[in-house]
């Protein structure tokens, strides 16, 4: 079964500073995206990026960035000028196939 | 597009009871799943739909629970004779398609008592 890995089960950040949720996975697919979502307490999933495997480029989205190192299987999520919005469960997630594999997540805390 | 929506929000039982969950998947989106979310943990793949047929099933899906998307629209998720280990969040996420943002529901909060 393929593994998605989120080695920080929590992480706090100051409000304006820069976080980084780290991920890695084992998919031996070729052809696959990752993803990062957010589990607020209304506990609904809330797509914050995308990244097409087949894509070099890294996906951003406002202050939302990810480093995807495809060879080390590695895709980082990074939150700049935190807000305390964005205090939440983080899930990582591979979709191969046609299901996603999530990672357990990372609570994240915005101290103000 | 009023979003994916799941009925109902919280479902308590009794163990030994059949419970049905439905979720109404975006109206555009003819790809259609279920995931479980225990506590602490990510979603589990229970099953995919693609229309009306139910392509996927995840070994997790034991006998007791069926799902079906009967005109390829909304979605039912049973549970017969129910047991403390299915309390869970059920989750379901519609798709137009795979290269395309997948939006999940708010969930049915299962409890077995």
């Known amino acids: 079964a393929q593994t998605v890995t989120q080695s920080q089960p929590e992480m706090s950040v100051q409000e304006a500073e820069t976080v980084t949720l780290s991920c890695t996975y084992d998919t031996s697919e070729s052809d696959y995206y990752l993803f990062w979502y957010k589990q607020p307490p209304s506990r609904q999933m809330i797509l914050v990026i995308r990244?097409?495997?087949?894509?070099?480029q890294n996906a951003t989205e406002n202050r939302f960035s990810v480093n995807f190192q495809k060879a080390a299987k590695s895709f980082s999520l990074k939150i700049s000028d935190s807000q305390l919005g964005d205090a939440a469960m983080y899930f990582c997630?591979?979709?191969?196939?046609?299901?996603?594999?999530f990672g357990t997540g990372t609570s994240l805390t915005v101290i103000p | 597009d009023t979003g994916v929506s799941q009925n109902p929000r919280h479902k308590i039982t009794k163990r030994g009871q059949n419970v049905t969950f439905r979720c109404d998947p975006i109206s555009e989106h003819n790809r259609l799943y279920w995931y479980r979310q225990t506590l602490g943990q990510g979603p589990e793949f229970l099953t995919y739909?693609?229309?009306?047929?139910?392509?996927?099933k995840s070994r997790l899906l034991s006998d007791r629970f069926s799902a079906e998307r009967p005109k390829g629209s909304f979605s039912t998720l049973e549970i017969q004779r129910t047991e403390q280990g299915d309390s869970a969040m059920y989750l379901c996420?519609?798709?137009?398609?795979?290269?395309?943002?997948?939006?999940f529901g708010s969930g049915t909060r299962l409890t077995v008592v």
């Open positions: 990244q097409e495997a087949y894509k070099q």
């Open positions: 996420a519609s798709s137009a398609d795979r290269d395309h943002g997948y939006t």
């Open positions: 997630a591979d979709f191969t196939g046609n299901q996603f594999y």
């Open positions: 739909f693609q229309n009306e047929a139910q392509l996927e």
